[in-house]
Nanobody, 121 residues
Framework: QVQLVESGGGLVQPGGSLRLSCAAS????????MGWYRQAPGNQRELVAT???????VYADSVKGRFTISRDNAKNTVYLQMNSLKSEDTAVYYC???????????????WGQGTQVTVSS
């Protein structure tokens, strides 16, 4: 079994900052990409940022220059530092990781339970 546990969401004023964390645990042999998605009410889930095991990062245009994704491979943890938050960043943020379990050949995508981020004055 594999679990992704997110933390760090909450209520913040426009222009403020939050840091999300996501820790993967369980029967993990290897982790490829780790990233963050978000889903606002009435919208589809969208990619926010992703971080490959090789260190490459990809960001949605809407968050470039404001959000930074980082990763601690020793802790199987990915972070999302969110600065200069805007009301349109309000959404449930989900962690995603492509993981190979011990004893298995193939990688599979796993999701966290989601953490609410609300940007409002």
């Amino acid at each position: 079994q594999v679990q992704l546990v997110e933390s760090g969401g909450g209520l913040v004023q426009p222009g403020g900052s939050l840091r999300l964390s996501c820790a993967a645990s369980g029967n993990i042999r290897s982790i490829d990409a780790m990233g963050w998605y978000r889903q606002a009410p009435g919208n589809q889930r969208e990619l926010v940022a992703t971080h490959t095991s090789g260190g490459s990062t990809v960001y949605a245009d809407s968050v470039k220059g404001r959000f930074t994704i980082s990763r601690d491979n020793a802790k199987n943890t990915v972070y999302l530092q969110m600065n200069s938050l805007k009301s349109e960043d309000t959404a449930v943020y989900y962690c995603n990781a492509r993981i190979q379990q011990g004893g298995y050949i193939f990688f599979h995508h796993y999701w966290g339970q989601g953490t609410q981020v609300t940007v409002s004055s």
